[in-house]
Every structure is written in structure tokens, then in C-alpha cells.
């Protein structure tokens, strides 16, 4: 046995977006025992795998044109309007569980949008939340996830600057402040969540003590490499996870003292159950 000493940090796991989502999810499987979910409710396939089982089933854009009269969860990273109206014209019960940070969010750009501003979004490519927020703009707004994907010479010289909200606060500061440098005026809007950066400052403190880090999370998850990269930062001797079954003995010496932590996609059953595994080490 190698005697591991192992705490679960408890400000990690989902965050209320993802809380509220599978609750509602939960109690419409519990009455009716099945339910439409369009995309990955949480980018965890864990939990995912753990909702299908009880009768959630993960449809596609392409599925929603074709369904017609049935009920559809909207997940915590929202739609854009074009779902809310293929809904309508299919007779589709949408049941909105979209994160009350990202649908105010997605007001601000709506509003951005109409006073004719140029758009810019700091986000993942392909990202559902950021599809979404495309979605307010006409597809017209310009997505990048690094900034060195931006040509500056065809840029307009006033630009408003939005963010996905799970991205790093001090990436986007960084990069206002480089193009404030390069000579563009920009209106920096600051709209991370703040559960999310709160973490990251958490996590920061959290892994400085203990020897070895196991960070669990979804691969598909932005926060999770986000904050995974954060930890690493802080604590050379941590390792991503996606499940128990990752866990190797050669991590660890005897008598290490472990943090478990993650992203906030991932459930805490799941965090226990890395737990779990490493104490039977």
C-alpha cells in the first residue's frame, strides 16, 4: 500500500450553470424517462454516460430540424436564435437551462450588434457558447482563440471586445492591452464568469499543498485545460484525468499527500471516485 494521503479540493466541481442544467435534466428523466438534449449537456463524458442511463439522449442540430412535437433541453452554453426558431416551426417544447451569466452575455452582444459595433470574441472555435454568441451577431462577429490569428492591417481601428466566459481573465487582459498598444481603441467588455476566475485564484492557493495534483476533467472541456494549466503552473507534479481508470501507481510515492480537483464540468461523484481508487493503492 502506498498510504496516500488524499483531500478533495470542495470549491471544485460544477458550477451553478452546469447544477442547475442537470437538475432540471433529472427531473424531466424522473417523470417522463427520456428526454432530448441538444449537444453534451456538460462536456464531461462520465456524467454524460451516467444521464443517458437514465434516458437523456443527445441530439444534433441536423437531429433537431427533423424532430418534430417533442420536449429539448437547451444546456448551460445556450443556442442561437436560429434553434429557439427550428423549435418553433417543429412544435418543439424547448426547455431553456442556458446559464444566466451566458444569456446576459449574449444581450450585451445582441445590443453591441445593433449599435453597429465591430465585433470581436476571445473564445474556442467551435465552441457551443461561442456559436451562440455568433449567433447574435449574424455570424458576423469575429472569433479568435489566439491573437495572433488576427490580421491587424484589415482590422477597424475600433473594435469591442467580448470573451467566452470560461476563458482566463489574465489572457484577455493581455490581449486588450496588446491591442491598445498596436493602436486600436477598444471597449474591453469583461465578461468572464466570475465563478469560473475565482476558481482559477482557488486553485492557485489549493495545489501548493501537496505533493502530487490529480485534476479531473472532461477532455472536451475549455475550463478544464484551462485550469488544469493553472495548476501545473503552481504544482509541477499534477496530472489530468478523465476517469479512475487513469490512475497509475507510478504517479505517486508512498506516503504522498494528493489533491484531487477539477474543472467545473466535472461531478464531485466522479472526483470521489478518483479518491476512492487512489486509497486502495
Not at 491587424?152 to 476563458?167: C, D, G, N
Not at 485564484?201 to 472536451?220: A, Q, W
Not at 476517469?243 to 467545473?264: K, L, R, W, Y
Request: with cysteine; glycine share 4%; charged share 25%.
Amino acid at each position: 500500500m502506498l498510504n496516500l494521503a488524499v483531500t478533495i479540493d470542495q470549491e471544485s466541481g460544477f458550477c451553478f450553470g452546469v447544477v442547475y442544467a442537470i437538475e432540471m435534466a433529472e427531473e424531466i428523466l424522473a417523470e417522463k424517462g427520456y428526454l432530448y438534449c441538444l449537444g453534451d449537456i456538460v462536456h464531461n463524458d462520465e456524467e454524460v454516460d451516467r444521464l443517458k442511463a437514465k434516458g437523456l439522449k443527445i441530439i444534433s442540430q441536423e437531429d433537431l430540424i427533423n424532430l418534430k412535437d417533442e420536449t429539448v433541453l437547451i444546456r448551460a452554453h445556450g443556442e442561437p436564435p436560429a434553434t429557439y426558431q427550428t423549435a418553433l416551426a417543429n412544435n418543439i417544447t424547448l426547455i431553456d437551462a442556458s446559464c444566466p451569466v451566458v444569456l446576459k452575455l449574449q444581450n450585451r452582444v445582441k445590443n453591441s450588434f445593433d449599435d453597429e459595433e465591430q465585433i470581436y470574441i476571445y473564445g474556442k472555435h467551435g465552441h457551443a457558447e461561442v456559436i451562440a454568441l455568433q449567433g447574435q451577431t449574424n455570424n458576423e462577429a469575429v472569433v479568435f482563440q489566439d491573437i495572433k490569428e488576427l490580421d491587424f492591417a484589415s482590422m477597424p481601428k475600433k473594435i469591442t471586445l467580448y470573451s467566452q466566459t470560461t476563458k482566463s481573465t489574465d489572457k484577455f487582459y493581455a490581449i486588450k492591452n496588446e491591442l491598445i498598444a498596436k493602436g486600436f481603441e477598444v471597449r474591453a467588455n469583461d465578461t468572464i464568469c466570475r465563478q469560473v476566475s475565482n476558481r482559477d485564484e482557488e486553485l492557485r492557493k489549493f495545489v501548493t499543498n501537496y505533493d502530487r495534483i490529480i485534476f479531473v476533467s472532461g477532455r472536451k472541456s475549455s475550463n478544464g485545460k484551462i485550469l488544469y494549466d493553472v495548476c501545473r503552473q503552481h504544482n509541477v507534479n499534477t496530472y489530468f484525468v478523465s476517469a479512475s481508470s487513469e490512475i497509475d501507481p507510478t504517479m505517486f510515492h508512498a506516503n504522498d499527500t494528493v489533491g484531487i480537483c477539477g474543472a467545473t464540468s466535472t461531478p464531485m461523484w466522479l472526483m470521489e471516485e478518483v479518491k476512492n481508487k487512489l486509497q486502495s493503492l
